[in-house]
């Protein structure tokens, strides 16, 4: 595709929803990444794949937040019971292998109410 | 620990005025250095990078960024800014150990520049 797309936009949900996020990166990349974006913050990082698997998802916060990227392309990020504390930008980006240069989305930004 | 810092987190210009901001960084490992802008609306896009040799790189936009090792910065620069730059500019270094790679991010800049 031309770009990392992501959907939907927007969503909003209640507290103690599950949401799924996705991610369409760039065809051809290998590494995936997603990041979360506060209001008045810089992006922070999640989880980063290498092809199908999970190489560091140290940056999730904590075990309701969950990613996965079945087929090496298309990712979703998974959160449980939501909190209101979850509302954020949440951004993907992708990169071709070797490289560290990443592409980003235009990001999914998520309301808990 | 690593970590980006941004001196200035809302600068106000004047059309045709010079752009300084500033990033410095801590981080150990070999260093490959960004800036990104997020304009109003838009998803954040790349402005410049630093992997290796020339220290003064040039970005788009007539934007460049000036790596100095011995001050662990990376300040971005433009001698005469325009009101179509009013955005949000975000210094990152890339970190790459082993199966972590990740960008680190400073808190941004908010740039707004008036005509």
């Known amino acids: 595709g031309a770009g990392v797309s992501q959907t939907p936009s927007n969503k909003v949900t209640e507290k103690g929803k599950y949401v799924e996020l996705r991610c369409d990166p760039i065809s051809g990349h290998t590494a995936l990444y997603w990041y979360r974006q506060s209001l008045g913050q810089g992006p922070e990082f999640l989880i980063y794949f290498q092809g199908t698997g999970a190489a560091d998802d140290s940056g999730l916060p904590n075990d309701r937040f969950f990613a996965v990227r079945p087929e090496g392309s298309v990712s979703t990020l998974k959160i449980q019971r939501t909190e209101r504390g979850d509302s954020a930008v949440y951004l993907c980006?992708?990169?071709?292998?070797?490289?560290?240069?990443?592409?980003f989305g235009p990001g999914t930004r998520l309301t808990v109410l | 620990a690593q970590s980006v810092s941004q001196h200035n987190h809302h600068v106000i210009l004047s059309e045709a005025a010079s752009l300084e901001l500033g990033c410095n960084y801590s981080y150990g490992g070999t260093v490959n250095l960004f800036w990104y802008v997020q304009y109003p609306g838009q998803h954040l896009q790349l402005l410049l990078k630093y992997f290796s040799g020339d220290p003064l790189v040039k970005g788009i936009k007539g934007f460049e960024a000036e790596f100095i090792k011995s001050k662990f910065s990376f300040n971005l620069r433009k001698p005469s800014v325009q009101w179509s730059d009013t955005a949000e500019y975000f210094c990152a270094v890339y970190f790459n150990a082993g199966n972590n790679r990740k960008l680190i991010w400073g808190l941004g800049t908010s740039l707004a520049v008036n005509p």
């Open positions: 980006a992708s990169s071709s292998q070797g490289a560290n240069e990443q592409f």
